[in-house]
Nanobody, 119 residues
Framework: QVQLVESGGGLVQAGGSLRLSCAAS????????IDWYRQAPGKLRELVAA???????NYADSVKGRFTISRDNAKNTVYLQMNSLKPEDTAVYYC?????????????WGQGTQVTVSS
């Protein structure tokens, strides 16, 4: 099992910055990828950024150049640094982990953290 706890959301003005944290605990050694997703009201949940166990990064086009995903293995924590925030970045941000055990994938979600960007 893996537990994920997000923190760092809040209210910020357009152009501002926030850093989200996702602390993982439990069977973290077998985590393959940790991602950040977001879901705005009335919209589908979408992938924002991902980092694999090998360090490969992936970003949604809408956040490239503004958001940076990173991790601290010693703390089992993944960060999402969000700069130049826009009102359209307003959403609940979720941390997601994919764990692979004997060719089976297991998915875990955090509780979400609200990010609100005012214009």
């Amino acid at each position: 099992q893996v537990q994920l706890v997000e923190s760092g959301g809040g209210l910020v003005q357009a152009g501002g910055s926030l850093r989200l944290s996702c602390a993982a605990s439990g069977s973290t050694f077998s985590i393959n990828t940790i991602d950040w997703y977001r879901q705005a009201p009335g919209k589908l949940r979408e992938l924002v950024a991902a980092i694999s166990s090998g360090g490969r990064l992936n970003y949604a086009d809408s956040v490239k150049g503004r958001f940076t995903i990173s991790r601290d293995n010693a703390k089992n924590t993944v960060y999402l640094q969000m700069n130049s925030l826009k009102p359209e970045d307003t959403a609940v941000y979720y941390c997601h982990a994919r764990r692979v055990v004997r060719d089976l994938s297991y998915h875990y979600w955090g509780q979400g953290t609200q990010v609100t960007v005012s214009s």
